[in-house]
């Protein structure tokens, strides 16, 4: 077996292999979205199946949907509980990571091992109980409802618990000299040194109310209430509708601005999957 | 007034009385109150809906009303219960199939996208899309391609490979493979992320050594990177585990509410919200199915725990 470099038409050789492997992975990949999005642009007139590209590309069935079904208050409604969950999970996160990743105070570990323990419970296997918890609390059918149980994740809590651990000495320092209380060291030194996890945990949070099915379907009864997937849902299966280009424009309208978010902020969305699984 | 100590002086002062103190405990309870809502949140919708659903398991309770002491007749029933066993039957063989192709494709796929090479970046950013698809729409889009009418089975009919629709969304057991390919779809790239980060640690300099000694690469690949991986195969088996124990959403976009024909594709979690939601809901059964389901999940998250403790000794 030869040692030295391979002769470069070897090299050549593994590299188009290479290249031709990643295309092919390209096309499992993406193939089932740009055949859902190449449906979604074809015209009234054409058949779906009338060669690969649509012969009368057209925005229509995007208006379509828009208007035989409520989709722009379903996002309404999908914002409001992606806001709110958002910010409730940037503030609370936040304290509690500072407050787990201070040393010094009786009960950090008891506390810390109790988060942990939570995550153990797969959400599946307490989501009756949390239904007649909310219930209880008489927020069934309701957006905060939707929201409450997810106000604040542990994993978040985890996410800034290490990045405040990660934070370098000389910022703790100049927090002690500045002899500033601890809430406003917390606001105006320790926060402003994290911002990376800030994004990751403002991204997670945001991707989550956006994406979320089981928890929804649960608490939410009345159309008017629903968020974004559950109004999929019933496009999906309303056999008023029965044209895939409506639901396929559905769809994309669902995707999309995530995919914008994502190509925008990638690394953050990179950060967050190491950062939240591995760390905790 | 009396002058103040020069600037130095006065750190210095202040440094002791911090140290002394440390950095937040002034107050014992000022970490509580920075962790009070977060303490709260997870009491009300993670400590409390556990230690209910234990109490529960043991009621009749339903849906509308409170039960009685009933001991562990539902676990009884349960184990008696032909959907039950279909139900962990599904959820069972959905772990056994889906987790390891999540083990090692991602892998694989980590492999490909490592190299350094023009628009390399642009194929990781790919192959990651569908995991920022939500289920629901990762559902639809997989739908329309498997459907009686949808892209492969005209492709196959126009291609003569078969003469009537593959029934693949129709017929039970095709809508749990279905299903599953379209969890393996999704978590290609979740995973491939985490491989990325760990053959990153990946030692260059034994690889080169091997590589003058003669090793190719897939010998390299086999000696040198897959035993410096195997943490994190052992931890992408373990999580990939648990999430298969938890589908729900793909099965219902697929197959429809009833999950399937006759319920035949049904996972545990698509019993649990069954017989415990709606007029006729049975909270006592449905959350003792719950916590064969916790335990369920328990039992590998364990076994994940215990290979990977074995592996650093």
């Known amino acids: 077996m030869s040692t030295a470099p391979r002769p470069a038409p070897r090299r050549r050789l593994v590299l188009a292999a290479r290249y031709a492997t990643l295309v092919l992975m390209l096309v499992v990949m993406l193939g089932p979205i740009v055949w859902q999005f190449l449906t979604s642009i074809r015209g009234r007139t054409e058949n779906v199946y009338d060669g690969l590209l649509p012969s009368h590309p057209t925005l229509d069935n995007y208006v379509r949907v828009a208007e035989s079904f409520p989709l722009l208050q379903y996002v309404g409604n999908t914002l409001i509980v992606a806001?709110?969950?958002?910010?409730?999970?940037?503030?609370?996160?936040?304290?509690g990571g500072y407050a787990l990743s201070r040393a010094g105070w009786k009960g950090r570990k008891t506390v810390f091992t109790v988060l942990v323990a939570t995550l153990m419970f797969p959400f599946e296997s307490v989501m009756i109980s949390m239904f007649l918890t909310v219930r209880g609390m008489g927020l069934v059918d309701t957006l905060i409802g939707v929201w409450l149980p997810g106000a604040?994740?542990?994993?978040?809590?985890?996410v800034m618990r290490a990045a405040f651990l990660a934070v370098p000495r000389e910022v703790e320092e100049a927090a002690v000299l500045d002899g500033a209380n601890e809430w406003t060291r917390f606001t105006r030194v320790f926060l402003p040194a994290v911002k990376g996890a800030l994004a990751v945990v403002c991204i997670t949070s945001f991707m989550g109310a956006w994406d979320d099915f089981l928890w929804p379907l649960l608490v939410l009864t009345d159309s008017d209430h629903y968020t974004l997937q559950l109004g999929l849902k019933t496009l999906a299966g309303a056999t008023t509708v029965n044209d895939q280009r409506l639901i396929a424009a559905g769809a994309m309208a669902a995707l999309l601005p995530m995919m914008l978010l994502f190509f925008a902020l990638q690394r953050y969305f990179f950060k967050g999957v190491g950062e939240g699984a591995v760390k905790t | 007034m009396t002058p103040a100590p020069a600037g130095p002086a006065r750190?210095?002062?202040?440094?002791?009385?911090?140290?002394?103190?440390?950095?937040?405990?002034?107050n014992w309870w000022t970490p509580y109150l920075f962790l009070a809502p977060g303490l709260v949140m997870v009491a009300l919708f993670s400590l409390w809906p556990f230690v209910n659903t234990v109490v529960l398991s043991l009621t009749d309770a339903q849906i509308l009303r409170g039960g009685g002491f009933v001991g562990l007749d539902n676990y009884t029933r349960a184990f008696a219960d032909p959907d039950f066993w279909v139900a962990t039957g599904n959820s069972v063989l959905y772990l056994v199939?889906?987790?390891p192709c999540l083990v090692l494709l991602p892998l694989a796929l980590a492999v490909l996208v490592q190299a350094k090479i023009p628009g390399i970046g642009f194929f990781r950013s790919a192959f990651y899309t569908p995991v920022?698809?939500?289920?629901?729409v990762v559902g639809?889009?997989?739908q329309w391609v498997l459907r009686s009418d949808g892209l492969v089975n005209t492709v196959f009919q126009k291609l003569r490979i078969v003469s009537e629709p593959v029934p693949f969304l129709t017929d039970s057991t095709m809508l749990l493979v279905s299903a599953?390919?379209?969890?393996?779809?999704k978590g290609l790239g979740y995973y491939m992320v985490f491989y990325l980060a760990a053959l990153g640690n990946v030692s260059v300099s034994l690889h080169e050594a091997a590589a003058i000694d003669g090793a190719g690469a897939l010998r390299r690949f086999f000696s040198i990177t897959i035993p410096q991986v195997k943490p994190m195969m052992l931890l992408v088996g373990t999580l990939s585990a648990i999430s298969a124990l938890r589908v729900f959403t793909e099965i219902y976009i697929l197959g429809g509410e009833s999950g399937g024909p006759g319920g035949g594709a049904r996972t545990l979690p698509f019993l649990i919200r069954q017989v415990g939601l709606g007029f006729a809901g049975e909270t006592g059964y449905a959350s003792a199915?719950?916590?064969?389901?916790?335990?369920?999940?328990?039992?590998?998250s364990l076994l994940g725990r215990r290979l990977s403790k074995g592996d650093e000794s």
């Open chain 2, 140 to 142: 639809l889009i997989w």
């Open chain 2, 289 to 300: 199915v719950s916590i064969l389901l916790f335990l369920l999940t328990l039992v590998f």
């Open chain 2, 11 to 26: 750190k210095a002062a202040r440094r002791a009385t911090e140290t002394e103190t440390g950095l937040v405990h002034r």
């Open chain 1, 83 to 95: 806001a709110l969950a958002v910010t409730s999970n940037l503030l609370f996160a936040a304290m």
């Open chain 1, 152 to 158: 604040v994740s542990v994993l978040n809590i985890m």
């Open chain 2, 180 to 185: 599953m390919i379209v969890t393996v779809w």
């Open chain 2, 132 to 136: 920022i698809a939500s289920a629901v």
């Open chain 2, 97 to 99: 199939v889906v987790v």
